[in-house]
């Protein structure tokens, strides 16, 4: 069988473990879609693209139905160049509104000049027009799953203009925005959308791991929904998540009042989540060995847990030294209390104080908090390393130099660094072996080759964390 | 259980309801996170009908056209607090009594810092009304709203000046 028609008999049988990971042209429409679309164009009217850049170079527009934008993005997206392949991620994360392209380019060390050259080939694209495009869509899916009126999408797409957002919308997707319009509108004050994600998924693994995690009275659960309140430039909203299997989506209710920072706050949910990994290529390469295999299959679509915000996962990580993970909970919890500013909100009646910044965490007075001297310390060099610009906590940058640059503060180890660059950068092959619990899983399984799951190992952490940290709980608890 | 939030502009500033089906739950001056902020007050759901009737009972009461609320509450506290919070319904309007005074009407005297604690955690400012509670040196005590609005209000039943 040809590559070809294994791509065609996956758009027929609308397989949503394939989303995202290839996209259809439709030749005699101009159009190209997802192969969860519902449209099922012949055969010989199509051709395939690895990614939507791709198709859109090829100048296809996106599909009104299946709304190709809102598919997963492609975890492993093969740019020619690692420079493009890190350009576009940060795109995709970037926070501000405004583009600037100069100082993009200066994040990567070239000229403007050169790093959009490098995109016209690679991409078809400059980095702005994608980021402009990328705005575009957040305003599509706006549009065609809330309420909210269109006023407010443009001003969420980061227009100023009403005008202005109108002919670029209907530029792009060839009709114009109160054309899509589905439902009336409403000025809720609680939007929700829909993040799909490739099957399987283990939603609750993640539930598990941050439920158990939960960051002061920021995060709380009910059943299988996660709340959380979020700071974005300043505001306070809330968000609450929760799992809709038989669509492959997440259900993502935002309350927030500011509708600019939805951007944000749906790239930040994507990475909470890890929506973007891509199940099977990981499958593949954990299952060459008997034992994780059997692990898999207990808890198919592992996913890497991390965080709302990379900086909570430093502390937690530093304050959970060699304590137990509730012991590490309530040391976050009282650093909260101390440094944290009031969010406004209330939970039970009391206000609920949010997550301190490192700026916060070096003007406070640490003495109450019941740990060690030398964690304070760290905590605070950590911060200051932060402040000054020596650190950054940015998933696109280059782990080793990372893991090098945070090893250099005093009271930082070896598993402290690696899981730092497994949580809080995302590294897909962090692997904390001395951690207790995955020390322990690496014992009950001595014919496991765990370094031959590179790049995936920090997915192996994940899983081996998911069987057994229970497991070394109930056995501790007997002694 | 359905739990409805609803926002309301009162002179001293948004305040915050929320209620269930069986009544007012809470009333507080900041946004309770977790439950969903109602978009109107139109409809036959149980919850919008006990939000309706509180904002309209305090928005008469802003006015200073009412002295007594009608709404039923949805409360629930350990023992000591709903003793507390019962006795608070019974100050009059207009009226101000202290710490001390409290203690003594639910008999456990020594226990003036304890009735502080739960006059704090009164779930429902102005309708059980905390704000008429004051130290016995005359000076104001403390309100979870914040002074200023703790003396507005009273200020507001022209008891202090």
Redesign the interface.
Known sequence: MKKDDIFYNAMLARDPRFDGKFFIGVKTTGIYCRPICPAKPKRENVEFFSNHLAAEKAGYRPCLRCRPESAPQSPAWIGKSALVRRAIKMIDKIETLEFNEDQFAELFGVSARHLRRLFIEEVGKTPKQLSFENRLNLSRQLISETALPITEVAFAAGFNSIRRFNDAFKERFKKSPSEIRRKPV?????LSIRLAYRPPFDFNGLLHFYRSHAVGQLE?FEGGVM?R?VEVNGKVG?I?LSDLPDESCVKLEI?FPDTTALHTIISRVRSLLDLDSDPVIIANVLETDKDMKALLKKHPGIRLPSSWDPFEVVVAAILGQVVSVERGRALVNDLIELAGSDS????D?K??RLFPTPAQVIKTDLKSLKTTTRRKETLVALSRALINGELSLEPTQDVDSFVEKILSIPGIGPWTASYMALKALRHTDAFPATDLIIARAIAEHPKTKFESFSPWRGYVAALLWREYSHVLKKTRRKK | MNQLQWKMNSPLGDLYLVASEKGLQSLYWKKTAGIPLASSLTGKDGAIKILKQTETELAEYFKGQRQDFDVPLDVTGTDFQESVWKQLKKIPYGKTVSYTDIARRIKKEKAVRAVGTANGKNPICIIVPCHRVIAASGSLGGYSGGLERKEALLRLESTYF
Do not use: M, Y
């Open positions: 409403k000025n809720e004050s609680t709380w709340h309140i809330q609450t309350d406004g909100l209330l939970r009646g206000s609920v």
